[in-house]
């Protein structure tokens, strides 16, 4: 229910074949689970084999960090499609970003990836060779993204 209105923007949206990833992941697991003891057992071995192992704890975490992960990304990459596509692509933009603010505080496997994702960035952009412009730059980004979120998430 909650990503009922980013799929309908999406479908209004220009293509962007990786925005099908995280809800097609959920929507794979969460279909295996309900399915695991009619369905899974008639699967060719090598199927089932892999639909076997996704049910397991392991496959659980990967699929949820995965499903995290592809989030992340296209909130990312979300603001560059305003460039490529005008106004069609901000719509996107922001309903990626306010998923990804109310993940961030529901869900662990997404704030890990966008902690990952900060502490990685952080290092890169506090490194000794970065220009100061460009560190500068990105304080302020974060600042602004981080209030953002918290506004979000207050609501």
């Given at each position: 229910?909650?990503?009922?209105?980013?799929?309908?923007?999406?479908?209004?949206?220009?293509p962007q074949p990786l925005a099908l990833a995280?809800?097609?992941?959920?929507?794979?697991?969460?279909?295996?689970r309900l399915l695991a003891d009619t369905a899974v057992p008639r699967l060719p071995a090598?199927?089932?084999e892999r639909a076997l192992w996704l049910l397991t704890e392991e496959?659980?975490?990967?699929?949820?960090?995965?499903?995290?992960?592809?989030?992340?990304?296209?909130?990312?990459t979300a603001p560059i499609s305003i460039i490529s596509h005008g106004s069609r692509g901000a719509i996107l933009a922001i309903m990626y970003a306010q998923n990804v603010?109310?993940?961030y505080h529901a869900s662990w496997y997404h704030r890990t990836a966008?902690?990952?994702l900060t502490e990685k960035l952080d290092g890169l952009m506090?490194?000794?060779?970065?220009?100061?412009?460009?560190?500068s730059l990105y304080a302020r980004v974060q600042g602004?993204?981080?209030?953002?979120?918290?506004?979000?998430?207050?609501q």
């Open positions: 229910v909650q990503t009922a209105p980013l799929l309908f923007i999406l479908m209004l949206s220009p995280s809800p097609g992941t959920y929507a794979l697991h969460r279909a295996l090598v199927l089932r496959g659980t975490h990967t699929t949820l960090a995965f499903g995290a992960t592809s989030d992340l990304i296209m909130a990312v603010a109310r993940n966008i902690d990952t506090h490194h000794r060779r970065c220009p100061a412009v460009i560190s602004i993204i981080s209030g953002y979120a918290r506004r979000y998430a207050s």
